[in-house]
């Protein structure tokens, strides 16, 4: 991950990095606890990848095999065990990144109803993880489930992502908006729509997202589109 002091704003450079990554911005002049939130966002960003780009080239994927098929998950850890057999069956862990932003969001924002003010504030206060642990565990929360449905469409894996929350105002996301820039996060969607075909449905606690399914290698002992003898 990578944090920018930036002096100014260029609009058209900030979308275009922030649509071929997670970067992070930081505006001068700062304060510590705008620094401190952007560091901590960026390590677990950091993490979030490394982790899932390792369970990717772990998994001997079955997902591109599968017609249908009903994906229930709760927590974060769920999420990134999904977009890693998601990342597997596209033949690329960046498009099982761009899944996990958007099951990250139905699980935060929507199950959790964790609003965007929300993050900003306990993210600069260092208290976020502690705070999803401790509104995931509670009477009000622990039973809900994102919902992911998987329907094979030749060539392509259509995925439906739903989460038991209000929904949001998903179009203030769908583009750059430079007065959210700065923030510790906030790019889940922009990043995904930058990777990826995706479609929020109204309210916004469904999302629709279409996965490429990475071509099968030839079978060992094959030459030539023949079974070798």
Do not use: C, M
């Not at 929507?110 to 401790?134: P, V």
Request: glycine share 8%; proline share 4%; charged share 30%.
């Amino acid at each position: 991950e990578v944090i920018v002091q930036a002096r100014r704003e260029i609009p058209s450079e900030i979308r275009h990095a922030i649509q071929r990554g997670t970067i992070y911005y930081l505006n001068k002049p700062y304060e510590w606890p705008q620094l401190r939130a952007l560091v901590q966002a960026a390590e677990s960003s950091r993490e979030l990848r490394r982790s899932l780009k390792a369970r990717v080239s772990e998994i001997q994927d079955i997902v591109r095999l599968l017609d249908t098929a009903t994906l229930e998950l709760r927590s974060l850890d769920e999420a990134e065990v999904v977009a890693a057999h998601l990342g597997a069956a596209a033949g690329d862990p960046q498009l099982g990144i761009g899944v996990l932003e958007l099951l990250i969001n139905a699980v935060e924002h929507g199950n959790l109803g964790i609003s965007y003010d929300e993050k900003s504030r306990l993210r600069e206060s260092g208290d976020y993880e502690r705070h999803i642990a401790q509104r995931r565990a509670s009477e009000e929360h622990r039973d809900k489930l994102v919902t992911v449905v998987l329907s094979r469409d030749g060539d392509d894996l259509e995925v439906l992502i739903s989460d038991q929350g209000q929904g949001f105002d998903f179009q203030r996301y769908l583009d750059f908006d430079r007065n959210r820039v700065f923030d510790s996060h906030g790019r889940g969607v922009l990043l995904a729509r930058g990777l990826l075909e995706v479609e929020f449905l109204p309210p916004g606690n469904r999302v629709r997202v279409r996965l490429p399914l990475a071509k099968p290698e030839a079978d060992e002992g094959t030459a030539g589109g023949q079974p070798a003898s």
